[in-house]
């Protein structure tokens, strides 16, 4: 498994959530939401600090995530986030 954030995509996340270098941003698993990868499940994410990454990136000197106990999750995909423009926000996408 691999992460791939794009630069505008952690463009959106430093000016959302007022980050800058030096932050951790964790991709994990929730139980309900829409579009996820398995049934019943999305991906949320979370300001945390990596303790057992499966994958992880870092772009703008943000550390973009996944932990080896949500691994699961994308069954052995890799994660691409991207930013939409015509939504204006990241969107996921399963490689």
């Known amino acids: 498994m691999e992460i791939e954030v794009t630069e505008q995509a952690a463009k959106w996340y430093e000016e959302e959530l007022e980050i800058s270098s030096g932050a951790a941003i964790r ?11 398995q049934p019943g499940f999305s991906l949320a994410i979370q300001m945390d ?4 990454p499966a994958a992880s990136t870092q772009v703008k000197g943000i550390t973009f995530f996944v932990e080896a106990s949500d691994a699961w999750y ?9 930013y939409n423009s015509k939504w204006e926000e990241p969107e996921f996408n399963y490689i």
Not at 27 to 37: A, C, I, N
Not at 49 to 52: A, I, L, T
């Open 27 to 37: 991709f994990l698993v929730r139980y309900g939401g829409s579009g996820g990868l």
């Open 49 to 52: 600090e990596p303790e057992e």
């Open 74 to 82: 994308f069954d052995d995909k890799s994660l691409k986030v991207d």
